[in-house]
């Protein structure tokens, strides 16, 4: 009875000890499985957040670049489009200052759209057949321009300090606007009555370029009081 036991104890152990080697190698296995899937996990995630993270990375570069071309584009065809100011009865009025004594042309873009004013107005008054000279000489003016936007204004001015400046009192002007530089075509004519009251302006009398504001304007004809 005792030898049986004896016997069966080894074989027992040694089941035990099988069955303990194969639970041990079945948990390291199974930690290794899911170790090695949670590592894939982490990869396949920075891998998507990478990729996504450079897809907007490039979209907002197209985003941007897209925008500045429009702008710029934008920007150069609004200039492009202006065109030369046309002169009309209603766009433009004539008034004299006394001290120092000047003739004061105000403009006035009264279109829906911005323009621009070249050089100088070519203005005769009453029935002269000439246009007033050019206080600035004439082609030294030649690619000044100022750009109106819709409602906005220009100044130029003409000094009547002398008797052959002052002249006599007229009632009307013939206003043409020049082209691009002075051998450009010319835009007009439009006749512009003064319902404010004559001004005295000569034949010797001269003109000055168009300034965006009236002290530039006097400036230039040193009538600035």
Known sequence: MTARRTRRRPAAYAALAIGLSGTLALTGCSGNAKK???????????ATSSSSSSA?????KR???????GVGAGAGAASRAAGTCIPTADSLRFF???????????????????????????????????????LEGGPSMVGHSVALRPRGH??????T???????TKQTFATVEFLGNGLRGAHRG????????????VGPAAKVTD??????????????AS
């Open 36 to 46: 090695s899937r949670s590592k894939s996990q982490k990869q396949t995630s920075s």
């Open 56 to 60: 907007s990375s490039k979209s907002k």
């Open 63 to 69: 985003r941007v670049i897209g925008g500045g071309a």
């Open 96 to 134: 004299q200052k006394a001290s120092p004594s000047h003739v004061v042309v105000e403009f006035t873009n009264r279109s829906g759209a911005p323009c621009k004013l070249y050089d100088a107005p070519a203005l005769r008054f009453g029935a002269a057949k000439e246009p007033l000279g050019f």
């Open 154 to 159: 220009a100044w130029a001015s003409i000094p």
């Open 161 to 167: 300090t002398t008797a052959a400046t002052r002249g």
């Open 189 to 200: 004519p439009a006749r512009v009555d003064f319902p404010g009251g004559p001004v005295s």
């Open 210 to 223: 168009w300034q965006v504001s009236l002290t530039k304007a006097e400036l230039k004809s040193g009538s």
